[in-house]
C-alpha cells in the first residue's frame, strides 16, 4: 500500500523543521555568544593556535597584558612572543606527565619589546571532529614574589631575554 502525502501536509512539515533549525541557531549563537563574555571577562590573557602554532584567538587581557590587538596577531607565528619557560626545579617524583602542575612561569615579550615575568598554562584540545587542534594558552602577569624569584633564577641562566639584550 502505498500512503500518499499531501503538499499541505510537506509544507506544513517543512515549516515546523524550518522553525525548529531557527531556533536552534539561536540557541547556538546564544550559547557563543554566553561563552564569547565568560572568555572575555577572564583577567588573564587567553590565546589559542592552530597545530602549526598559528594565532587565531586572543582575548582582550591577552591584548591588555601584551600591548597587542586582536588584528595584530591574527595569523602571526605563537613565536612573536619569544616564550622563555623557567626550568622546574623541583622534579615530579612520577614520571608520569598527567601528574605533572600544568601551571609554568617564564618571561613572554610585549608588542614593544619588554621582557615580563609570566605564569602560564597551555593545554591541548582536539575538535569534536579530531581534525583540528587548538592549544589555548592563558597568561597572567606575576605577583610582586613571583617576579622576585623568577629574576633570581634568570640572573643565574645562561640564556635569557635580559642577556640578550645587552
Given at each position: 500500500?502505498?500512503?500518499?502525502?499531501?503538499?499541505?501536509?510537506?509544507?506544513?512539515?517543512?515549516?515546523?523543521?524550518?522553525?525548529?533549525?531557527?531556533?536552534?541557531?539561536?540557541?547556538l549563537?546564544?550559547?557563543?555568544?554566553?561563552t564569547?563574555?565568560?572568555?572575555?571577562?577572564?583577567?588573564?590573557?587567553?590565546?589559542?593556535?592552530?597545530?602549526?602554532?598559528t594565532?587565531?584567538?586572543?582575548?582582550?587581557?591577552?591584548?591588555?597584558?601584551?600591548?597587542?590587538?586582536?588584528?595584530?596577531?591574527?595569523?602571526?607565528?605563537?613565536?612573536?612572543?619569544?616564550?622563555r619557560?623557567?626550568?622546574?626545579?623541583?622534579?615530579?617524583?612520577?614520571?608520569?606527565?598527567?601528574?605533572?602542575?600544568?601551571?609554568?612561569?617564564?618571561?613572554?615579550?610585549?608588542k614593544?619589546?619588554?621582557?615580563?615575568?609570566?605564569?602560564?598554562?597551555?593545554?591541548?584540545?582536539?575538535?569534536?571532529?579530531?581534525?583540528?587542534?587548538?592549544?589555548?594558552?592563558?597568561?597572567?602577569?606575576?605577583?610582586?614574589?613571583?617576579?622576585?624569584?623568577?629574576?633570581?633564577w634568570?640572573?643565574?641562566?645562561?640564556?635569557?631575554?635580559?642577556?640578550?639584550?645587552?
Amino acid at each position: 500500500m502505498e500512503e500518499r502525502i499531501s503538499k499541505k501536509e510537506i509544507e506544513e512539515e517543512l515549516a515546523k523543521r524550518e522553525g525548529l533549525i531557527q531556533r536552534l541557531t539561536q540557541e547556538l549563537e546564544g550559547a557563543k555568544n554566553f561563552t564569547e563574555s565568560i572568555i572575555q571577562s577572564i583577567g588573564s590573557g587567553i590565546i589559542i593556535t592552530e597545530m602549526n602554532d598559528t594565532i587565531t584567538y586572543i582575548n582582550r587581557a591577552g591584548e591588555r597584558i601584551l600591548g597587542y590587538s586582536k588584528d595584530d596577531l591574527m595569523g602571526k607565528p605563537f613565536s612573536i612572543f619569544e616564550l622563555r619557560e623557567k626550568e622546574n626545579v623541583i622534579h615530579s617524583l612520577l614520571d608520569n606527565p598527567d601528574d605533572q602542575d600544568t601551571r609554568r612561569e617564564g618571561w613572554m615579550r610585549r608588542k614593544d619589546h619588554s621582557g615580563f615575568p609570566v605564569g602560564f598554562t597551555i593545554n591541548n584540545h582536539l575538535s569534536v571532529s579530531g581534525k583540528a587542534r587548538a592549544l589555548p594558552m592563558s597568561c597572567e602577569t606575576l605577583s610582586p614574589v613571583s617576579r622576585r624569584l623568577l629574576r633570581r633564577w634568570v640572573r643565574k641562566c645562561p640564556m635569557t631575554i635580559q642577556e640578550e639584550n645587552t
